[in-house]
């Protein structure tokens, strides 16, 4: 698994051995180039972070501060390996060992984020609702700012819920993965 853009590209990242699901590299550069315009300056929140290649494709292509947060111990090792392979200083780059949902019930620390990547285990998201779930955490906590974009990543061509203060932007399929882009609805603070 490499980084696929960006001042990083080309790099290795470690994979713990068994039960991840790592995005596949033509799936992130995909995604990449349909945010390529967020990535600049802005404060990304990458949750079930795994290996960390989401939010290190981030910080990559120009993004300010990121934020992984992964609650597995069996995997944080090797995402901290990766941050700091990277290069990602302590001030523009932070690992939460932490359940999603825990980090979630509070209010966002801080600036909400511009940009949200979740990648969940599909077969269990689906089961116990968490697009809804995230929905009303991400936006009750303001965890992302009116305008930021949150990627979510599953499987399958159910059909998708109705999810109040969001938008959907895009619905796109690569493969079996699918990558649904919310707009949280409100004034977009960072055109003023």
């Known amino acids: 698994m490499r980084l696929t853009g960006g001042e990083q590209s080309g790099r290795r990242l470690r994979v713990p051995a068994g039960g991840l699901r790592p995005t596949q590299d033509r799936v992130r550069e995909a995604l990449c180039s349909s ?3 967020y990535f600049p300056e802005a404060r990304v929140l990458d949750l079930f972070a795994g290996t960390g290649a989401m939010g290190l494709e981030a910080w990559s292509r120009g993004a300010a501060q990121v934020e992984w947060v992964e609650s597995s111990k069996a995997v944080l090792r090797d995402l901290r390996a990766n941050v700091a392979a990277c ?11 932490a359940d999603v949902f825990q980090r979630l019930a509070h209010p966002c ?40 974009v949150w990627v979510y990543e599953t499987e399958g061509k159910d059909a998708l819920p109705e ?23 409100g004034r977009d603070e960072r055109n003023g």
Do not use: C, M
């Not at 290069?87 to 060992?97: D, H, K, L, Q, S």
């Not at 979740?118 to 995230?134: F, M, S, T, V």
């Not at 009303?136 to 009116?146: D, Q, R, T, V």
């Not at 203060?165 to 993965?177: I, M, N, Q, V």
């Open 35 to 37: 945010l390529a315009a």
């Open 109 to 148: 620390p801080g600036k909400g984020h511009d940009l949200v990547l979740a990648d969940p285990p599909y077969q269990q998201a689906r089961e116990e609702g968490w697009l809804e779930k995230l929905a009303i955490l991400l936006a009750k906590g303001n965890w992302i700012k009116p305008g930021g």
């Open 163 to 185: 999810l109040p203060g969001w938008r959907l932007a895009r619905d796109k399929r690569y493969g079996s993965t699918r990558l649904l882009f919310w707009v949280r609805e």
């Open 87 to 97: 290069g990602v200083p302590p001030e523009a780059g932070r690992v939460t060992a």
